[in-house]
């Protein structure tokens, strides 16, 4: 099966500054890479995605990065505000005939931005 | 729309007991996921649904745990009898139809096992 890791574990950064979190993944056949935001006591909700026919989509501050080759895919957050803080998961998952059913999660970033 | 619920919000229960979580999808949604978080191994599929029908539940953990979904607006996630080790949090999702892709989660289950 596929096997997500995230790194880092933690991450605090200055107002202002960016933040990247980086993730890889074992299987190539996946071929779908959310983000997800966790806010403390919350559910996970979508921030951004991509799909393995593009390298980079950018939605406001928040781009996400693909290399297939490398099998590795990254958020990043610019310009970084104190409501970033929160725990960030990427995923993985492989939809041959339609959306993705088994999403395979890395196992968290927890960011922090300093005031 | 009031998203996806789910109750109760937290459970306490004593080793043994039966554990009962419930979900109600986003109205119109046709796949329902359930997922286990915890700490140590973050966020995990259990099983989904499609069109109220069990499609994959290799992620179940043991015999003790079983979910239904008997109608399209409900679905119960049980675990009888409870363990310690069944301690996290458990959250629905759910997906409005075969050509969309993200997954809206409920608010989740805190679920502690004493």
């Known amino acids: 099966g596929e096997n997500v890791e995230q790194h880092p574990s933690t991450l605090s950064v200055q107002e202002g500054d960016s933040a990247v979190i980086k993730c890889t993944y074992s299987?190539?056949?996946?071929?779908?890479f959310p983000w997800y935001k966790q806010e403390l006591g919350k559910r996970p909700q979508l921030i951004i995605d991509?799909?393995?026919?593009?390298g980079e989509k950018k939605d406001q501050r928040i781009a996400v990065t693909l290399n297939k080759t490398a099998k590795h895919f990254s958020l990043h957050i610019t310009e970084t505000q104190p409501e970033d803080s929160a725990v960030y998961f990427c995923?993985?998952?492989?939809?041959?005939?339609?959306?993705?059913?088994?999403?395979?999660f890395g196992t968290g970033t927890r960011l922090t931005v300093i005031p | 729309d009031a998203g996806v619920i789910q109750s109760p919000r937290h459970e306490v229960t004593e080793m043994g007991q039966e554990v009962t979580l419930r979900c109600k999808p986003i109205?119109?949604?046709?796949?329902l996921f359930w997922y286990r978080q915890t700490m140590m191994r973050g966020l995990e599929l259990l099983i989904y649904?499609?069109?109220?029908?069990?499609?994959?539940d290799s992620g179940m953990p043991e015999d003790r745990f079983s979910a239904k979904m008997p109608n399209a607006s409900f679905s119960t996630l049980k675990i009888q009898p409870s363990e310690p080790r069944d301690s996290a949090v458990y959250f629905c999702?759910?997906?409005?139809?075969?050509?969309?892709?993200?997954?809206?989660f409920g608010p989740g289950t805190r679920l502690t096992v004493t």
């Open positions: 999702a759910s997906r409005a139809d075969i050509s969309s892709y993200e997954q809206y």
């Open positions: 649904f499609n069109n109220n029908v069990p499609i994959d």
């Open positions: 109205s119109g949604h046709n796949s």
């Open positions: 299987d190539s056949a996946s071929n779908y």
């Open positions: 995923a993985a998952s492989n939809s041959f005939s339609g959306p993705p059913n088994n999403l395979f």
């Open positions: 991509i799909r393995s026919n593009v």
